[in-house]
């Protein structure tokens, strides 16, 4: 991957759980994103973090950034069937004007 | 709420055939990008366009270019396509006012694109 590792790559559990992502990513940034894409389908964004803040929150998700160990986590409370989707980070690599990088991806399955 | 409109849906090429991408931004966003998406892959940046120039270049291919048109429209064509080119392609918008930082992307549903 362009950017990092996200684990794990696959993760499966019960409705009413938590689901934990995690996200690495290898330069400097300005912000990191969350999306989510069903399967086939764009990406919706869920979250942005910048880079000052340690901990975002947003209806059933929270999003944390430690960027002394470039790394973010995704947590989903009270998972629902309809969260079954694949899940990625993203950053700007601390550009400007330019892209997003995309890490691989965590594939989510939240079983009814 | 308009959204990011791409065509077509889907695309049968054969090799060494053409293909031209269509992608509508959200009105008023003066950014637009395009990515490749892979089976099983994340979604690799190729190129993007500010205010309907070229602002970066990602792992774009030399067979592949694009463009952005006054009416902010853009399309992404490629020639001599490869088995490899099979991916889904998509298209993104944002408002950055030349700053990325801090500005999410608005996806399309994608374009499949299938080379045969």
């Known amino acids: 991957s362009q950017q990092g590792e996200e684990d794990p790559q696959a993760l499966s559990i019960q409705e009413g759980e938590n689901a934990t992502m995690n996200c690495s990513y290898k330069t400097s940034i300005n912000n990191l994103q969350w999306y989510r894409q069903n399967s086939g389908r764009g990406l919706v964004h869920l979250i942005l973090?910048?880079?000052?803040?340690r901990e975002k929150h947003s209806g059933r998700l929270r999003v944390t950034l430690d960027t002394s160990k470039k790394s973010s986590s995704l947590l989903i409370t009270a998972s629902r069937a309809a969260d079954t989707a694949s899940y990625f980070c993203a950053t700007d690599g601390g550009n400007q004007g330019g892209k997003l990088i995309f890490g691989q991806g965590t594939e989510l399955s939240v079983k009814p | 709420a308009a959204g990011v409109i791409q065509s077509p849906r889907h695309l049968i090429k054969e090799k060494r055939e053409t293909a031209t991408l269509k992608c509508y931004p959200i009105p008023r966003h003066d950014t637009v990008y395009w990515y490749q998406q892979g089976p099983g892959q994340d979604p690799q940046f190729l190129i993007s366009?500010?205010?309907?120039?070229?602002?970066d270049k990602g792992s774009i291919p030399d067979r592949f270019s694009a463009q952005q048109f006054s009416d902010y429209h853009s399309e992404l064509n490629m020639s001599s396509l490869e088995l490899g080119d099979s991916a889904l392609y998509f298209c993104?918008?944002?408002?950055?006012?030349?700053?990325?930082?801090?500005?999410?992307?608005?996806f399309g549903s994608g374009t499949q694109l299938s080379v045969l």
């Open positions: 993104a918008s944002s408002l950055t006012r030349g700053n990325v930082a801090n500005e999410k992307l608005f």
């Open positions: 366009f500010y205010e309907k120039m070229q602002s």
């Open positions: 973090i910048r880079s000052n803040e």
